[in-house]
């Protein structure tokens, strides 16, 4: 099965931009692997914030946006909010199968 | 927009089959992809499988063998059951409509533990 790599933890200050990663041990990540970012807060369920690489939700603050970037899928954060601390994971399509990567723990201070 | 329900025992003893349902409510379960994805105490997530147009499903090749995810229409649920469990399968257990693209929704998690 598949590995999905995200980087443990990243710090962003606030109003500053950070840029989380999403690879496959596979090789590449494309459009094929209709990647998905997730946002969870502490004590509740994940939020869905992207959707097939760089579709938001009606939901998705204008800040978050989504991409392909050297290989790997991208979520990046603009303009940095403290209500954005939060673990972010994404998660990748292997044609009948799903592999989530081990998330993304970001801090905004 | 859709909303889920998971539904559990809370409490499974180890080598036993784990059950677990999910109302739907807001959409219909004939319609979409629905799935179960877990979380371990502290840890990341997991897919489990999913089901849709009724009937199709697909698995995690991990958990295959012990998953079974089933759909009952008639009451807008679609069901987990898991045998074997063990002390690993210990998580919080989701129930999503996913992958669903702009069509999305989680239910709020059931803790699940297995223990003697």
């Known amino acids: 099965q598949a590995v999905v790599t995200q980087e443990p933890s990243l710090t962003v200050s606030p109003g500053g931009t950070v840029t989380l990663t999403c690879g496959s041990s596979?090789?590449?990540?494309?459009?094929?692997?209709?990647p998905y970012w997730f946002q969870q807060k502490p004590g509740q369920a994940p939020r869905t914030l992207i959707y097939d690489t760089s579709n938001r939700h009606s939901w998705t603050p204008a800040r978050f946006s989504g991409s392909l970037l050297g290989g790997k899928a991208a979520l990046t954060l603009s303009g940095a909010q403290p209500e954005d601390e939060a673990d972010y994971y994404c998660v990748l399509s292997y044609r009948t199968s799903y592999v989530f990567g081990p998330g993304t723990k970001v801090t905004v201070l | 927009q859709v909303q889920l329900q998971e539904s559990s025992p809370g409490l499974v003893k180890p080598s036993e089959t784990l059950s677990l349902t999910c109302t739907v409510s807001?959409?219909?379960?004939?319609?979409?992809?629905w799935s179960w994805i877990r979380q371990p105490p502290e840890k990341g997530l997991e897919w489990i499988a999913y089901i849709f147009n009724s009937g199709n499903t697909n698995y995690n090749p991990s958990l295959k063998s012990r998953v079974t995810i089933s759909v009952d229409t008639s009451k807008n649920q679609f069901s987990l059951k898991m045998s074997s469990v063990t002390a690993a399968d210990t998580a919080i257990y989701y129930c999503?409509?996913?992958?669903?693209?702009?069509?999305?929704?989680w239910g709020q998690g059931t803790l699940v533990t297995v223990s003697s």
């Open positions: 999503a409509l996913f992958p669903g693209g702009y069509n999305t929704g």
């Open positions: 596979t090789g590449t990540v494309t459009s094929t692997h209709y």
């Open positions: 807001g959409g219909s379960v004939s319609t979409y992809y």
